[in-house]
């Protein structure tokens, strides 16, 4: 496997991989299919494979139509348009009568880069975990966005996941990575702080780990790539060793992992929430990596904030 | 009048008052689109749709989406008639814990085939009921019906587009044209009409028919039948609260409920036209 790759790039091979093994599935995109990478799928299966034009709310009806029927749609597009635009499809069409509709949305976050902030969508997590019923994962990287793939079609139901455009180094290719929807992954032990993680940032939470390290701080890694429903438990308990708490993630900070987290934490053993994210600002145009240093969306970003948590520690 | 018209005459006599009878009791919901549509609704589950209260779930089965989902009421007194479930439950429509919510629930409701009510969104369901039907290799038909003042939505034409671009000609959609929305006639709210140009434009077949005219209804589902490679739209032209003279070709009466004397008026007045039909009721 690549060095990098973009879990969009994963999603589109898992998605044609998955096309050979199970029927039912179908894709449906909204004119991205070289973008979301649903496009690997349409050349493999095109009789299966269905653009519907830039027209997502009609997609996500589509899919919900389609669904009742049997099949197992797989519905593509920007994060903003899915969960921004056909939030209320989402919703309605598809989150009410609990059908058994993946949407998969690529594009999300700050790393989208150059195309700025219309496009730069760090507010989906936040309105899809309000569905009741929504499953809402965010992976990590190539190898856990496959994982996501392959999970979300034997769960039946509607799930929502978040794909990245930027490729991301592969942390998750250990003999022992199992993945399992609402079942959080401790990556690394610690006692003085826990730092809770998903998405692009778990890679970064890694590297602050070692920051830390080097200055006598011993934090704990979770990858909770699934935000719900969320792993309470292994959050819970690792935030008793610790007792102080860390939630990095590229959305806003308002709605999603960190304020799931610090939900969880409040109703179970108060300690220490500190929430990094983008802070509740739109986005901008530049190079993706580039941005990621501006809005300290990387490990440094994650040390500062976990010394402001080691400093609310009673 | 034949005597299959007069049997669905009867039929959808029934459905409204199974109607008014719902809404008086929920003290609440939509009578005036549920009405305008009750023919139509007896011509699909009396003559049409191939459904069946005992396998609701039949993957062969026709579907029908009731995008307008307000005018439920319609939907349920006619499920109720055909024996989807008791025809008591009409009675506590829209109550709390009650099976019969506001708008169409897939889940809990027996014969419901799409939770549809915030507009524009059901008519997409039956496009991917439709589609799935042509990827399954099925027989049945879906059909979608459509409020004039929903057409409004622009997924609707989202859906349109889509339809014709799939060639989905095992999809029927009808427009309840009644002419008629919440705050006051279509044509002066937001004019969608004409719709055949418009349809035709996209790529339809258009048939226009009076929405209560059993033959014209019938023999519109017929010809839509014949037309391959293209989705026929029907256009029903349709009085909003027909059969309660007061509630006839009136906006207010679009999401109200009748008081009791109004609603003895109602079923009254459905009653003795029932019985002016004659023959067996």
Same mark, same amino acid.
């Given at each position: 496997?690549?060095?990098?790759?973009?879990?969009?790039? *994963?999603?589109?091979?898992?998605?044609?991989?998955?096309?050979?093994?199970?029927?039912?599935?179908?894709?449906?995109?909204?004119?991205?299919?070289?973008?979301?990478?649903?496009?690997?799928?349409?050349?493999?299966?095109?009789?299966?494979?269905?653009?519907?034009?830039?027209?997502?709310?009609?997609?996500?009806?589509?899919?919900?139509?389609?669904?009742?029927?049997?099949?197992?749609?797989?519905?593509?597009?920007?994060?903003?348009?899915? *969960?921004?635009?056909?939030?209320?499809?989402?919703?309605?069409?598809?989150?009410?009568?609990?059908?058994?509709?993946?949407?998969?949305?690529?594009?999300?976050?700050?790393?989208?880069?150059?195309?700025?902030?219309?496009?730069?969508?760090?507010?989906?997590?936040?309105?899809?975990?309000?569905?009741?019923?929504?499953?809402?994962?965010?992976?990590?990287?190539?190898?856990?966005?496959?994982?996501?793939?392959?999970?979300?079609?034997?769960?039946?139901? =509607?799930?929502?996941?978040?794909?990245?455009?930027?490729?991301?180094?592969?942390?998750?290719?250990?003999?022992?990575?199992?993945?399992?929807?609402?079942? *959080?992954?401790?990556?690394?032990?610690?006692?003085?702080?826990?730092?809770?993680?998903?998405?692009?940032?778990?890679?970064?939470?890694?590297?602050?780990?070692?920051?830390?390290?080097?200055?006598?701080?011993?934090?704990?890694?979770?990858?909770?790539?699934?935000?719900?429903?969320?792993?309470?438990?292994?959050?819970?308990?690792?935030?008793?060793?610790?007792?102080?708490?860390?939630?990095?993630?590229?959305?806003?900070?308002?709605?999603?992992?960190?304020?799931?987290?610090?939900?969880?934490?409040?109703?179970?053993?108060?300690? =220490?929430?500190?929430?990094?994210?983008?802070?509740?600002?739109?986005?901008?145009?530049?190079?993706?990596?580039?941005?990621?240093?501006?809005?300290?969306?990387?490990?440094?970003?994650?040390?500062?904030?976990?010394?402001?948590?080691?400093?609310?520690?009673? | 009048?034949?005597?299959?018209?007069?049997?669905?005459?009867?039929?959808?006599?029934?459905?409204?008052?199974?109607?008014?009878?719902?809404?008086? #009791?929920?003290?609440?919901?939509?009578?005036?689109?549920?009405?305008?549509?009750?023919?139509?609704?007896?011509?699909?589950?009396?003559?049409?749709?191939?459904?069946?209260?005992?396998?609701?779930?039949?993957?062969?089965?026709?579907?029908?989406?009731?995008?307008?989902?307000?005018?439920? @009421?319609?939907?349920?007194?006619?499920?109720?008639?055909?024996?989807?479930?008791?025809?008591?439950?009409?009675?506590?429509?829209?109550?709390?814990?009650?099976?019969?919510?506001?708008? @169409?629930? %897939?889940?809990?409701?027996?014969?419901?085939?799409?939770?549809?009510?915030?507009?524009?969104?059901?008519?997409?369901?039956?496009?991917? %009921?439709?589609?799935?039907?042509?990827?399954?290799?099925?027989?049945?038909?879906?059909?979608?019906?459509?409020?004039?003042?929903?057409?409004?939505?622009?997924?609707?034409?989202?859906?349109?587009?889509?339809?014709?671009?799939?060639?989905?000609?095992?999809?029927?959609?009808? !427009?309840?044209?009644?002419?008629?929305?919440?705050?006051?006639?279509?044509?002066?709210? %937001?004019?969608? %009409? @004409?719709?055949?140009?418009?349809?035709?434009?996209?790529?339809?077949?258009? !048939?226009?028919?009076?929405?209560?005219?059993?033959?014209?209804?019938?023999?519109?589902?017929?010809?839509?039948?014949?037309?391959?490679?293209?989705?026929?739209?029907?256009?029903? $032209?349709?009085?909003?609260?027909?059969?309660?003279?007061?509630?006839?070709?009136?906006?207010?009466?679009?999401? $109200?409920? @009748? #008081?009791?004397?109004?609603?003895?008026?109602?079923?009254?007045?459905?009653?003795?036209?029932?019985?002016?039909?004659?023959?067996?009721?």
């Amino acid at each position: 496997m690549a060095d990098k790759i973009a879990t969009r790039e *994963a999603y589109g091979n898992a998605l044609a991989e998955l096309g050979e093994i199970n029927q039912d599935v179908v894709v449906l995109d909204a004119d991205l299919a070289e973008a979301t990478k649903t496009c690997i799928f349409k050349k493999k299966f095109p009789e299966r494979f269905f653009d519907c034009g830039i027209a997502e709310n009609n997609m996500v009806s589509v899919a919900a139509g389609l669904s009742t029927c049997g099949k197992i749609p797989f519905v593509s597009t920007f994060a903003m348009f899915a *969960a921004g635009r056909s939030f209320e499809q989402i919703r309605n069409s598809i989150g009410y009568p609990h059908l058994n509709v993946k949407i998969c949305a690529t594009h999300a976050g700050i790393s989208v880069g150059e195309d700025g902030a219309t496009h730069q969508c760090n507010e989906d997590i936040a309105l899809m975990r309000t569905i009741p019923g929504m499953v809402v994962i965010n992976p990590s990287d190539g190898v856990e966005a496959r994982e996501a793939v392959m999970a979300a079609v034997k769960y039946n139901g =509607p799930v929502y996941i978040r794909f990245g455009r930027l490729a991301l180094p592969i942390i998750n290719d250990n003999e022992g990575y199992k993945f399992e929807i609402g079942k *959080a992954i401790k990556m690394a032990e610690g006692t003085d702080v826990t730092i809770v993680a998903n998405g692009m940032m778990v890679a970064e939470a890694l590297e602050a780990r070692k920051i830390l390290a080097e200055e006598g701080i011993s934090a704990s890694v979770i990858n909770v790539h699934t935000v719900k429903p969320l792993d309470v438990q292994t959050i819970v308990s690792d935030a008793k060793i610790t007792g102080a708490v860390v939630v990095s993630e590229e959305h806003n900070v308002i709605g999603a992992l960190g304020s799931a987290v610090a939900e969880a934490i409040a109703e179970n053993y108060p300690v =220490p929430v500190v929430r990094h994210g983008v802070n509740d600002v739109f986005g901008k145009s530049g190079p993706a990596k580039e941005l990621i240093e501006y809005y300290e969306l990387n490990a440094k970003g994650i040390v500062e904030k976990v010394k402001v948590a080691l400093s609310l520690k009673k | 009048m034949s005597e299959k018209s007069l049997l669905l005459q009867k039929a959808a006599t029934d459905i409204r008052l199974g109607i008014i009878e719902a809404v008086y #009791n929920a003290k609440s919901g939509h009578p005036g689109g549920a009405l305008s549509s009750a023919d139509i609704l007896a011509c699909l589950y009396f003559s049409e749709l191939n459904v069946d209260p005992n396998n609701a779930k039949d993957e062969n089965r026709d579907r029908f989406v009731l995008s307008k989902g307000h005018s439920c @009421p319609g939907l349920y007194s006619v499920l109720a008639l055909k024996g989807f479930f008791p025809y008591e439950e009409l009675k506590s429509f829209r109550h709390t814990g009650a099976l019969l919510q506001g708008h @169409p629930d %897939m889940k809990a409701i027996n014969g419901v085939d799409m939770s549809a009510g915030s507009l524009g969104q059901g008519f997409s369901c039956a496009c991917g %009921m439709a589609l799935a039907g042509k990827l399954n290799n099925k027989d049945y038909r879906t059909y979608a019906l459509v409020g004039d003042g929903e057409s409004q939505e622009g997924q609707v034409w989202e859906a349109i587009m889509f339809a014709a671009h799939y060639k989905l000609d095992n999809l029927c959609l009808i !427009i309840d044209n009644n002419g008629l929305q919440i705050d006051g006639r279509v044509s002066d709210v %937001m004019n969608v %009409m @004409p719709y055949e140009s418009k349809l035709e434009a996209f790529g339809w077949n258009v !048939i226009t028919i009076d929405g209560h005219n059993y033959d014209e209804i019938l023999s519109a589902f017929d010809k839509a039948k014949t037309v391959k490679g293209k989705p026929t739209a029907i256009i029903a $032209k349709t009085i909003k609260g027909k059969g309660v003279s007061f509630m006839e070709d009136q906006a207010s009466w679009h999401g $109200k409920a @009748p #008081n009791e004397e109004q609603y003895n008026q109602a079923m009254a007045e459905l009653t003795a036209f029932k019985n002016s039909l004659g023959g067996n009721n």
